[in-house]
């Protein structure tokens, strides 16, 4: 029998959560797109006999990267002896790092991973190895820009502050202008900045961009806690017991940056490129103009769908179509399914986006970046 987690209940407990804390956006009513994807989805797996969850090459995936960042951080931490022995096992541990994020903490936070809970709990929690929370993901990723991907003051992905210009609904500043040049420098920073104040900013203030959460309490306060505590002894605490402070600190830039490259370029190949849709909510009936499937598919992109190293890395995030519409299937079966996928959107009529590599998706954002930096790009 197909499990019984599928489309219509992701979106229901994604929507329990939004409206829990703040404002609930509604989205048009018409799910016959979304009914029959997931009835095809269903009778797939059925048929083939493939697991949706607990799958064996996600074991296989898992033990390579905590080994391979255990033993890059062995060697940065208790071997390198020399700066050029240091930088490259910081920017590789800074890249496994990402690749741990991308298989193993994101589909654990999405309950993906696995059909037992406490697998899912444990394997999300491996975002202190990155600096995060795996409490303030939830929200922030899981909930807020899944629900309402590529929806101004509603996808907190969306925003990087004054600094850079995402979507044509937000301010300009003439600044902006050369933002296609400079953002893909801080993009290297915003690692450090969610490690070290994001995190602490958004708990203190109970509120993450532009929506309220709640904030962690009892147990979630313990392991929000728990894994802050973690990625800084690894980070700091550690290292300050074997080398000088300027070298911690110079060498975990180094890691962090890397990593922040890593993942804000992956995001922003998804969704903040030229073909990504940005909608409003209409002004007549507050709603957006499409079902929350459709709505998926339009703000999202895939890249590379038959690069099968870049798919292993990236843990299936270049196929984002696949991934907005079927977010508690495992990654590993997303480029079995995606021609599934894009043959119901063209039957439905549903836009379906994709680069063919990693370089059109690069171009794209460029393309964008300095699209959204011109002064007539304002609406």
Not at 163 to 176: A, V
Not at 216 to 237: D, H, Q, R, V, Y
Not at 279 to 290: A, H, K, Q, S
Not at 299 to 324: C, D, K
Request: charged share 15%; net charge neutral; hydrophobic share 45%.
């Amino acid at each position: 029998m197909p499990q019984r987690q599928d489309i219509q209940e992701s979106q229901e407990r994604l929507a329990s959560s939004a409206v829990e804390f703040g404002r609930k956006l509604k989205f048009q009513k018409n799910n016959a797109f979304q009914v029959e994807l997931q009835r095809r989805v269903d009778e797939f797996f059925l048929f083939t006999g493939r697991q949706k969850r607990d799958c064996p090459q996600m074991y296989v995936k898992t033990a390579i990267l905590l080994l391979s960042f255990a033993l890059l951080y062995g060697l940065l931490v208790f071997k390198a002896q020399t700066w050029w022995q240091a930088l490259p096992l910081s920017i590789l541990l800074g890249i496994v790092a990402a690749g741990i994020g991308f298989n193993i903490q994101h589909d654990g936070g999405h309950q993906a991973y696995s059909s037992i809970p406490w697998v899912n709990k444990l394997t999300g929690m491996t975002i202190a190895l990155l600096g995060g929370s795996s409490y303030n993901w939830h929200w922030k990723h899981a909930v807020f820009h899944h629900m309402y991907v590529n929806i101004k003051a509603h996808d907190s992905d969306l925003d990087i502050g004054i600094f850079g210009r995402l979507t044509p609904h937000q301010q300009w500043f003439s600044f902006h202008q050369w933002q296609h040049y400079y953002l893909w420098l801080l993009y290297g920073l915003m690692a450090i900045r969610w490690q070290l104040y994001d995190d602490f900013h958004n708990v203190l203030i109970g509120q993450i961009g532009e929506r309220p959460y709640p904030r962690p309490t009892g147990w979630e306060l313990f392991i929000f806690l728990m894994e802050k505590g973690i990625f800084f002894t690894l980070a700091f605490g550690i290292p300050l017991l074997f080398h000088s402070v300027w070298v911690v600190l110079i060498f975990y830039g180094v890691s962090a940056i890397a990593l922040g490259i890593i993942l804000s370029v992956v995001f922003q190949l998804a969704h903040v490129v030229e073909e990504a849709s940005f909608p409003l909510p209409l002004e007549d009936t507050g709603r957006i103009d499409n079902a929350w499937a459709i709505h998926q598919a339009e703000t999202t992109v895939n890249f590379a769908r038959y690069n099968p190293v870049v798919s292993w890395f990236v843990g299936g995030l270049n196929f984002q179509v696949e991934h907005h519409l079927l977010p508690q299937i495992c990654h590993v079966n997303y480029p079995a399914i995606s021609k599934l996928v894009e043959e119901t959107c063209q039957e439905f009529g549903v836009q379906y986006n994709e680069h063919k590599s990693v370089w059109a998706g690069i171009t794209s954002h460029g393309r964008w970046l300095r699209r959204m930096g011109m002064p007539n790009s304002i609406e």
